[in-house]
């Protein structure tokens, strides 16, 4: 079993960053994908951004540009730097870890980020 526990969200103002963090433990040589999954009130969950275990990374076009992902393997803890927030970037967002073997998804429990125009 993978746990994930995040940290970094708050408020901020539009055009301020913040830095996302998720530290994993547990069964962590099985996680094959590391990603950023974010859900606004009365929207579905969205996948914000990924990284494979290989370092290759994907973002949805709503941030990209704006929010990189990042790993540091020796502390395994996967990051979401995100700059120039905006309104519509409010949201909790979610620490996702996939295991291809078992074809499993474990989750954070989620912190709130908060950007105010």
């Known amino acids: 079993q993978v746990q994930l526990v995040e940290s970094g969200g708050g408020k901020v103002q539009a055009g301020g960053s913040l830095r996302l963090s998720c530290a994993a433990s547990g069964s962590i040589f099985s996680i094959n994908v590391m990603g950023w999954y974010r859900q606004a009130p009365g929207k579905q969950r969205e996948r914000v951004a990924a990284?494979?275990?290989?370092?290759?990374?994907n973002y949805a076009d709503s941030v990209k540009g704006r929010f990189t992902i990042s790993r540091d393997n020796a502390k395994n803890t996967v990051y979401l730097q995100m700059n120039s927030l905006k309104p519509e970037d409010t949201a909790i967002y979610y620490c996702?870890?996939?295991?291809?073997?078992?074809?499993?998804?474990?989750w954070g429990q989620g912190t709130q980020v908060t950007v105010s125009s």
């Open positions: 996702n870890a996939f295991t291809l073997t078992t074809n499993w998804n474990s």
């Open positions: 990284i494979t275990s290989g370092g290759t990374t």
